[in-house]
């Protein structure tokens, strides 16, 4: 299959209406079912501004839209993954809204029933942490740096920065990172669980399309449905309720036409063994 590229904001879009500019703010390209977006303000090192935002939302609404889509990796233009939002609009959020508006392009993603690699590359600081921890799986380069940054410009973590650094990680590595203020490197970040894993920066697009590649190839009912359990036990609290929870979807892939076939592919192989 070919690849595709292109970029947002497009001529007529929402995100082109409200920047007034042609520069996009991210780049989308897919390839073998998965697509990459590239953060793209580099010159800013990919800061969280309300273009960047709009630009996440409506490239998502694309991708979701699309039938060769089946995993998503999201990485930044060099020199940075995301450092963090706008100080201009982050300094003019008076009202929970305004902050609302920060946080709609990580949320989106993490929100999103695909599934999701981020590939950091570079800093990812605060808002781009948070942009990171949105994504199902995080994926560091060697040159990778997780920086909350809040405590130095004495802010209170937002987004759901604590949240989901405690599910990701643990009760002491959310304190000193959030708290202290420690700042770890993509080494660091996998040996306590923030990334999957640390790879050279060479190898990190390579090693996060081949880790989204064995998603977007499953059967893509059963590849949401996976997802949406995981993220689903989250409120279960016991054996027979998580079992409870799994009965239905399993059902479903039970009669579903891609078990059917895979099934009798198995069933071949072993036959062809024996």
């Known amino acids: 299959m070919g690849t595709e590229f292109w970029a947002f904001p497009v001529n007529g879009s929402a995100s082109l209406l409200e920047t007034g500019n042609n520069d996009p703010m991210i780049t989308l390209e897919v390839s073998d079912r998965v697509a990459t977006i590239t953060l793209s303000d580099p010159e800013r090192r990919n800061i969280v501004s309300a273009a960047l935002n709009?630009?996440?939302?409506?490239?998502?609404?694309?991708?979701?839209?699309?039938?060769?889509?089946?995993?998503?990796?999201v990485t930044g233009a060099p020199p940075a993954f995301c450092a963090g939002a706008d100080l201009d609009d982050l300094a003019a959020c008076d009202t929970e809204e305004k902050l609302r508006k920060i946080y709609s392009g990580f949320l989106r993603l993490a929100n999103?029933?695909?599934?999701?690699?981020?590939?950091?590359?570079?800093?990812?600081?605060?808002?781009?942490?948070?942009?990171?921890?949105?994504?199902?799986?995080?994926?560091?380069?060697q040159?990778?740096?997780f920086d909350t940054r809040f405590l130095q410009i004495g802010l209170h973590p937002g987004g759901g920065n604590t949240w989901r650094l405690r599910r990701i990680t643990d009760l002491q590595s959310t304190m000193a990172?959030?708290?202290f203020g420690e700042v770890i490197d993509g080494a660091r970040a996998a040996e306590i669980g923030l990334a999957w894993k640390c790879v050279p920066d060479a190898e990190l697009l390579g090693v996060a399309h081949a880790m989204a590649a064995k998603a977007a190839a499953g059967p893509a009912e059963v590849v949401r449905s996976?997802?949406?359990t995981i993220l689903g036990m989250d409120a279960v609290t016991n054996s027979e309720d998580a079992v409870s929870a799994e009965l239905g979807p399993q059902l479903a892939s039970l009669g579903g036409a891609a078990f059917v076939e895979l099934l009798a592919q198995l069933r071949a192989q072993i036959a062809a063994k024996s």
Do not use: F, Q, W, Y
């Open 226 to 228: 996976m997802k949406a």
């Open 112 to 141: 999103s029933p695909l599934p999701t690699v981020a590939a950091v590359n570079g800093a990812a600081v605060g808002a781009g942490l948070n942009l990171a921890l949105a994504c199902d799986v995080i994926l560091a380069g």
């Open 177 to 179: 990172l959030v708290l």
């Open 143 to 145: 040159s990778a740096k």
């Open 54 to 73: 709009a630009a996440v939302v409506e490239g998502m609404d694309e991708l979701e839209s699309r039938g060769d889509v089946g995993a998503v990796v």
